[in-house]
């Protein structure tokens, strides 16, 4: 059963950044893309940014240019690099992971995705 752990959410002020850290365990191969999410209290769950083999790295435009994901194949670790944080980036971060190669292309609008973790909580102040 494939196991996916986040680390690394907590309490900032605004402007400041944070790295979240996602360790995977548990399936014999690697899946086919890996992404972050995030659902705040009363909203949905939104997609953040994805990595994978054949899409490359996406991230939804709220992000883009303040947060970069990334992951170390030899460690089974993503991560997701966020900086110049906002208020409105306070929400519950989900990594997950995906074994249906063709379900990478839709993950980041949809949340389609096989493999969830736990969540961290990131809360930015003003």
Not at 77 to 93: G, H, I
Request: aromatic share 10%; with cysteine.
């Amino acid at each position: 059963q494939v196991q996916l752990v986040e680390s690394g959410g907590g309490s900032v002020q605004a402007g400041g950044s944070l790295r979240l850290s996602c360790a995977a365990s548990g399936h014999p191969y690697r899946p086919y893309c890996m992404g972050w999410f995030r659902q705040a209290p009363g909203k949905e769950r939104e997609g953040v940014a994805i990595i994978g083999i054949d899409v490359g790295t996406r991230y939804a435009d709220s992000v883009k240019g303040r947060f970069t994901i990334s992951q170390d194949n030899a460690k089974d670790t993503l991560y997701l690099q966020m900086n110049t944080l906002k208020p409105e980036d306070s929400a519950m971060y989900y990594c997950a992971a995906e074994y249906r190669r063709s379900k990478c292309y839709t993950a980041l609008e949809d949340a389609d995705i096989n493999y969830w973790g736990k969540g961290t909580l990131v809360s930015i102040s003003s």
